[in-house]
């Protein structure tokens, strides 16, 4: 199975944090990923860098320790790496994949990961119609058209 191309509301982890956070797309607004309606799921690139994250934190830093714990992250990407290289976005990154792994200058290389790429199923019009009828009928078979069948017997 191909690796999925990550879009805003990812959930992402700091190994060095203690909480995590989800990743939004900053560097563009144009592309989408399974989102009929182009509004939700924008993909998320290389060129997410700074801050790309809705709490900017994940939590306390483990690299930075004080007497009573630990300083509160302050999550930063400096690059990416396990990019998908073979498609260009309009800003000129990369789309990230699900085994991306970002750089913090603090935590070093690679300490940020994907858990979950923020894709979610979508039934669209366009699946609906192109569905097949036969296979449709066979996995719900109390919705199909045909009056006289399964579905009379069983109310009877």
């Known amino acids: 199975m191909g690796k999925a191309i990550v879009c805003q509301e990812a959930e992402c982890e700091c190994q060095f944090g203690t909480m995590p956070d989800k990743i939004i797309s900053i560097s563009q607004h144009k592309q989408y990923v399974n989102d009929a309606d182009g509004e939700k799921k924008m993909i998320?690139?290389?060129?997410?860098?700074?801050q790309p994250f809705e709490k900017k934190t994940f939590g306390q830093c483990k690299m930075q320790p004080t007497p009573g714990g630990y300083k509160p992250c302050q999550s930063m990407v400096?690059?990416?790496?396990?990019?998908?290289?073979?498609?260009t976005l309009d800003n000129g990154g990369n789309p990230i994949l699900e085994d991306s792994k970002a750089t913090c200058p603090i935590g070093g290389a690679p300490c940020i990961s994907i858990t979950f790429h923020g894709q979610t199923a979508e039934a669209?019009?366009?699946?609906?119609e192109e569905a097949d009828e036969e296979v449709m009928d066979q996995i719900?078979?109390?919705?199909?058209?045909?009056?006289?069948?399964i579905a009379q017997s069983i109310l009877r």
């Open 78 to 87: 400096t690059e990416w790496g396990g990019f998908y290289d073979k498609v």
């Open 140 to 149: 719900n078979p109390l919705a199909a058209d045909d009056t006289n069948g």
């Open 44 to 50: 998320v690139s290389t060129m997410d860098l700074g």
């Open 124 to 128: 669209t019009q366009q699946h609906e």
